[in-house]
């Protein structure tokens, strides 16, 4: 193995691990990690079909419509049609949603600042460019 796969395997490895303690924490809580996407995405983006759901999240409509569903029955989101199409279901976070939401936001918020707190902003600025490098690598080439 040369010195580039190490590092890539230390990367999986860090990676792994984040993202193990982000799950504990949210384990903690009423909520998966998706479920929390969701509620983010509402919260950033506001009322959405479901179809859009599901496309944001890179989800099956079934699964997004299930999704929903939970949270639906847990009060988290309120369902409603389209005045102009009544076909159409929006659905956004309702009030109970909103406070879920802010009060994990909080906690993820908290989780970030222990996680980097041994970096400088320099650091931190350093690391901001090389993730959105990441990012630019992992959507399909046009």
Request: charged share 30%; aromatic share 4%.
């Amino acid at each position: 193995m040369d010195e580039r796969d190490t590092y890539i395997e230390t990367l999986d490895r860090s990676f792994s691990r984040i993202g193990r303690k982000m799950r504990q924490r949210m384990a903690q809580e009423t909520l998966t990690m998706d479920q929390y996407s969701l509620l983010k995405l509402l919260s950033d983006l506001g009322s959405m079909t479901v179809s859009d759901v599901a496309d944001q999240l890179g989800l099956s409509l079934a699964s997004a419509s299930a999704m929903i569903d939970r949270l639906a029955n847990q009060k988290f989101i309120d369902r409603f049609r389209q005045d102009s199409d009544r076909r159409v279901v929006l659905v956004q976070l309702s009030s109970l949603g909103c406070i879920q939401i802010a009060e994990l936001q909080k906690q993820r918020r908290e989780f970030l600042d222990h996680l980097f707190s041994r970096m400088t902003e320099s650091d931190l600025k350093t690391l901001v460019t090389l993730i959105e490098k990441i990012e630019e690598s992992s959507e399909p080439d046009e």
